[in-house]
Structure formats: structure tokens, C-alpha cells
């Protein structure tokens, strides 16, 4: 287990505290969508962080091309239709370039700072010529509107009971899921990002924000500078 990071809960639990048999269970809402209509039909994508296959399966259904790495073996297994990558993030070096890099579930958030810039730099050296890299943010009061809960159609409940600091702008997030018959319960190291650190977290990684996705601006699409700078020219040129 992570130093900061801990979970609870029946069957296995991956070094960051996630446990498996709950990621299992956890319902999918409009992500695959947003993702869809972000991307060209048919895309390739490197899913950084796929956990047990919650957007990768959606996705596949969905008629894209989904390379799944997780640094949970147990998390894999879970995948079904997609090739599996077991790997941290951070390190990831495939030798080959996909029309979409995608890091989700608030990864960008990472407490350790060179953590972060080893998973932006992982997504950059994976991104093709004029591809994309989709990129999913924590909501602007995600450490401050707590404890909150929600109660997900399918009968649990989320709760997210505090994010206390522990020093560097970091804060040491807690969550409980309850089911029926078995709770979960993860604490994490989450960083914060305001909208300019968010940009400037990718700017020094060499990517730039094409455009939010969504309008609470969670899920964003990034280009890589060079790419984006190359695009303009060549409409100044037009």
C-alpha cells in the first residue's frame, strides 16, 4: 500500500486503495458518451488508469479500439474484449502513438507533483499527430462542499466524508460506499487544482486545453502544443 493510501473492504485492494470487487460493482453514467462525442468514430485509445473495464467496455461497445493499462493484475482480469497493459502509469513507455489518450478518475489530482508530471508525460509521449488527450478533473468543490453523499440508482450510497490537509496543498481525501451487504472504504492523497493550475500543470508538460467538454469543466480535451500551434498557423496561412 501507498504511503497516504488505504482501503477497506471485502477482496482485494490495490496499492492506492481501490478495491476490486467494489469497482466491480459500480454503475457508469455518461462518461462513455461525453468521451464519444469528443473523439472521431472508430478512434484508438490508451485508456491510462482502466481499473476493471468500467469506460473500457462502453467504450468497446461503442465500436472503438481500447489498449487498457492498470497497475492492478486483479483490476485487469476484469477486462474483457480489450488488450491489457499491466503497468504504473508513470512508467509507461509502449513505443507507439493512439489517437486518444485518455486519464481519468481524477488522476491529474495525484498528491506527489512528479507523480503528476510523469502521468501528463506518459500521456504526451502516447498521443498521435493531431490526436487528443482526454483528461478528467475533480469538480470545483470536490475537497470543500463535504461530507456529501449520493445515492446512485442502483441502490448504494457514496459518501464523501472529508478531505483533511496534510501539508504541501495537499489534502488526505476519505470515501465510504455502501451497499446492502458490504462496505467500502477508501482514503487517498488528492492534490487540488484551480483552473489556472490545472493549465499550467499541463503547459509544463507540453499540453494545452482544446476545450471543456462538459460545463462544470471535469472532463477536457488537450492537444499537444506543438499541434495546436501548428493548427493555428495553418488557419492563419488559409
Not at 72 to 85: D, F, N, Q
Request: hydrophobic share 40%.
Amino acid at each position: 500500500m501507498r504511503e497516504g493510501y488505504e482501503g477497506t473492504g471485502p477482496g482485494a485492494i490495490t496499492p492506492d486503495g481501490c478495491a476490486v470487487e467494489l469497482y466491480s460493482r459500480l454503475s457508469i453514467g455518461q462518461e462513455p458518451d461525453i468521451i464519444a462525442a469528443a473523439v472521431p468514430a472508430g478512434a484508438r485509445i490508451l485508456e491510462l488508469g482502466s481499473g476493471v473495464g468500467r469506460m473500457t467496455h462502453p467504450l468497446l461497445e461503442r465500436g472503438f479500439t481500447v489498449t487498457a493499462v492498470d497497475e492492478s493484475a486483479e483490476m485487469l482480469e476484469r477486462v474483457k474484449g480489450a488488450r491489457t497493459i499491466c503497468s504504473p502509469i508513470e512508467n509507461l513507455d509502449l513505443g507507439e502513438t493512439f489517437d486518444v489518450v485518455m486519464l481519468a478518475s481524477f488522476l491529474v489530482h495525484a498528491g506527489d507533483i512528479e507523480v503528476r508530471r510523469g502521468l501528463l508525460r506518459t500521456c504526451v509521449r502516447h498521443v498521435a499527430p493531431g490526436g487528443c488527450v482526454l483528461i478528467q478533473r475533480e469538480g470545483e468543490d470536490y475537497h470543500t462542499n463535504l461530507p456529501r453523499e449520493r445515492i446512485d440508482p442502483s441502490g448504494f450510497t457514496v459518501r464523501m466524508v472529508s478531505a483533511e490537509p496534510v501539508g504541501d496543498g495537499v489534502d488526505s481525501v476519505r470515501a465510504e460506499y455502501v451497499f446492502p451487504d458490504a462496505v467500502w472504504t477508501q482514503t487517498f492523497l488528492s492534490r487540488p487544482l484551480t483552473r489556472d493550475q490545472f493549465e499550467e500543470a499541463l503547459a509544463e508538460a507540453g499540453l494545452k486545453v482544446d476545450s471543456y467538454l462538459t460545463p462544470d469543466r471535469i472532463w477536457v480535451r488537450a492537444v499537444a502544443v506543438a499541434v495546436a500551434e501548428g493548427d493555428e498557423e495553418a488557419e492563419a496561412a488559409d
